[in-house]
């Protein structure tokens, strides 16, 4: 039960964003969704809520850089992004990052629901705060006037993520995940597998099932390029980066490339994104993004994301707007422990208690009722606003 779009996309939340096009206009974007929290939207029953997504960024970097190649790209898939029934992107006004060149690189246009404005123009922060307010006020309406209909399954995006791993993720929620995976692929949807240096040392289990060679070669290229990131950052490709993985019984990344691989399922490599790229081929697809997770989801959800699956062992905290989050535990302990935080528990799998298969298709018809607007943990704990976090490149993993 999807929200069709005028363009034909699918959408599994109805929200407006209100986007900070750097981190000077954060405070803003976030008391105009403050307003209208505290004012609720019981007038405008389909409209899921008004997102502030403030960032850190957005400022001191080259005009050509490939950094602001990369952050034009996100903000341009975030601004376009199905979930996103109207849009407001907010700027201070002198920053890098001007809201007008990324909008003239991805050929956007304003329109009644897509408003433009920095805090500079506007005469300030309280009439900056006022013009986003009636801005979104002009717009619920429109963006009111949806109905959910039935859709095919095909129309999911479904984006792959595993973060506070532990040894049980690869015999338990990731192979799960990946027979849900499997199902998603055959019924002509399509699923986003990252995190290019958390497969580091298992890329071949991608390659051989890529659908030709270039596929094939342009993964390795991707992981030539970290290899070389690495090089000019004095960093390490095949050291284990987190203490939680360690303390979950990881000891080191090709054990957790090889468990975080077991997510994508079975079916053919159909093609492999840069970051934040927009994804349009059917199937299993990568995108190149850091390990760092709310990094890697941002990339993700900029290429079109409608739906997120994460896995985790040791307990991660986490949601992403606009697109709902779907968590699965790897083990009992931690579902007992942080069931407040978990959708599902895939732990019966080690405890011999179900299959994989039998936990996979309960992820599968999971995935499903959340695409069809079932509020997950993650939304009824609001999370999904502060974990907006583009790529900053040259400086994490």
């Not at 922060?125 to 619920?140: V, W």
Request: net charge negative; with cysteine; proline share 4%.
């Amino acid at each position: 039960m999807g929200i069709r779009r005028k363009d034909g996309r699918v959408a599994t939340r109805n929200y407006i964003g209100v986007l900070s096009s750097v981190n000077c206009s954060a405070t803003v974007v976030r008391a105009i969704e403050d307003h209208f929290r505290t004012r609720g939207l019981s007038d405008y029953p389909n409209v899921d809520g008004i997102v502030a997504l403030p960032q850190s960024f957005g400022c001191a970097f080259g005009s050509d850089s490939e950094m602001m190649k990369v952050m034009r790209r996100t903000m341009a898939g975030y601004a376009t992004h199905a979930n996103f029934a109207g849009i407001v992107i907010v700027g201070l006004g002198c920053e890098s990052f001007q809201i007008k060149d990324m909008m003239n690189a991805h050929g956007l246009h304003e329109s009644p629901v897509f408003h433009t404005m920095t805090i500079q123009e506007s005469g300030g922060t309280r009439n900056a705060i006022e013009k986003g307010i009636s801005f979104i006020l002009d717009m619920l309406p429109e963006a009111n006037n949806v109905k959910r209909e039935p859709v095919p399954v095909s129309e999911i995006i479904l984006a792959l993520e595993c973060g506070g791993s532990d040894s049980y993720s690869g015999i338990s929620a990731n192979p799960a995940l990946g027979y849900a995976v499997d199902r998603l692929v055959r019924q002509g949807g399509t699923a986003i597998l990252s995190e290019t240096s958390e497969i580091y040392g298992a890329e071949h289990l991608l390659t051989r099932r890529a659908i030709s060679r270039e596929v094939g070669e342009k993964l390795i290229r991707r992981i030539k390029w970290w290899e070389e990131y690495c090089k000019r950052t004095g960093s390490e490709m095949n050291n284990n980066p987190s203490a939680g993985n360690k303390a979950g019984g990881l000891t080191t990344v090709l054990e957790k490339s090889l468990g975080g691989i077991a997510k994508a399922g079975t079916t053919s490599l159909m093609d492999v994104y840069e970051y934040a790229e927009p994804v349009t081929a059917k199937g299993l697809v990568f995108m190149d993004t850091p390990g760092y997770d709310p990094m890697a989801v941002t990339g993700q959800i900029a290429g079109g994301a409608n739906l997120l699956c994460f896995t985790t062992g040791r307990g991660s905290a986490f949601g992403a707007k606009p697109t709902p989050c779907l968590k699965l535990s790897t083990n009992n302990a931690l579902w007992q422990r942080q069931r407040d935080d978990m959708d599902l528990n895939c732990g019966t799998i080690v405890d011999g208690e179900e299959t994989i298969e039998q936990v996979g298709e309960r992820i599968y018809q999971r995935i499903i009722e959340l695409a069809s607007g079932h509020r997950s943990r993650s939304e009824e704990l609001g999370y999904g606003s502060q974990e907006f976090v583009p790529w900053i490149m040259n400086s994490i993993m």
